[in-house]
């Protein structure tokens, strides 16, 4: 009897982590895969703020040289932008914290929104650019393992 109980609580909580769990996103909406070049995408950033919060240099830690593991904030207002930028060797996950952006992605022929809860998975060498399409700045954690400068 015990043990069903701890079985029925490790299940309940367990569901429970799944629920609160943030949603992925990021995924192009289907029929819409394609090729874009993102002609005329934006490169220079507009009314964002872009801060190294946190970071591991991972030599260090898994012989990883010349690479860290590093967490940003950022935030975009109103319009603002992120511009284009690639990830070719230079894997991310995103969380939108608060607000809602849009994503124009080299993969896909509309933009994706995203919105707060929801991850954004940024590799296989994908180039994008994001633009804050709602009306409150948009608060974007991103954790990626870039080459050191």
């Not at 005329?40 to 009314?47: G, L, R």
């Not at 830690?61 to 990830?87: A, C, K, Y």
Request: aromatic share 2%.
């Amino acid at each position: 009897m015990k043990l069903n109980i701890r079985i029925a609580a490790a299940l309940a909580a367990s569901a429970a982590a799944l629920v609160s769990a943030p949603a992925f996103a990021g995924m192009c909406p289907a029929g819409k895969a394609a090729a874009n070049p993102l002609t005329a995408a934006p490169t220079m950033p507009v009314d964002v703020t872009d801060d190294v919060i946190g970071s591991v240099d991972l030599g260090k830690e898994i012989n990883v040289d010349g690479r860290d593991l590093r967490m940003r904030r950022l935030v975009v207002q109103p319009g603002g932008i992120v511009p284009l930028h690639s990830h070719v060797g230079r894997p991310a996950l995103i969380i939108v914290v608060t607000g809602e952006v849009t994503e124009n992605r080299s993969t896909c022929s509309v933009g994706i929104v995203h919105k707060a809860g929801e991850i954004a998975s940024e590799s296989d060498g994908i180039s994008h650019w994001w633009k804050n399409t709602g009306s409150v700045p948009a608060i974007l954690l991103s954790a990626d393992v870039k080459a050191r400068d």
